[in-house]
């Protein structure tokens, strides 16, 4: 894992849940922690509490959400001014879809056909069907 420090990840899970996801996939738990200082969301196995990986997404990630299901999770970069879509069973990046401006969080609907995302210099919301 690159030799990062760890620790930190769950201390944000704690101190801020609103920047983690979660998902079920082959019967494992996981949380996701966006690491907004840096260029990836950390992945924790919940039954363990343990990092069982990283997501390299690009430099100031803000936000995530993700469907009831799961399967997707989104995550928005303010860096590349863009929304970032994981597939959960691999954590892999699997789409980039370019936002009209610097993206602030982002929600996702249940069944996960849209995703709305604040832009923070445009007074706007893109919505992502």
């Not at 769950?10 to 494992?28: D, P």
Request: glycine share 10%; with cysteine; charged share 20%.
């Amino acid at each position: 894992m690159g030799g990062k420090v760890h620790g930190l990840a769950i201390t944000l899970f704690i101190l801020a849940s609103v920047a983690a996801g979660f998902a079920a996939t082959h019967g494992i738990t996981k949380l996701y922690v966006s690491n907004s200082q840096g260029d990836d969301i950390t992945v924790i196995d919940l039954a363990t509490w343990r990092v069982i990986g990283d997501v390299t997404v690009g430099e100031h990630v803000h936000g995530l959400c993700a469907p009831s299901d799961g399967r997707r999770l989104f995550t928005t970069i303010e860096s590349e001014d863009n929304l970032k879509v994981i597939d959960t069973t691999t954590d892999k990046v699997v789409n980039t879809i370019a936002l009209t401006g610097r993206p602030n969080q982002c929600a996702s609907t249940p069944d996960g056909r849209y995703v709305g995302v604040p832009i923070r210099n445009g007074n706007a919301v893109d919505i992502i069907d």
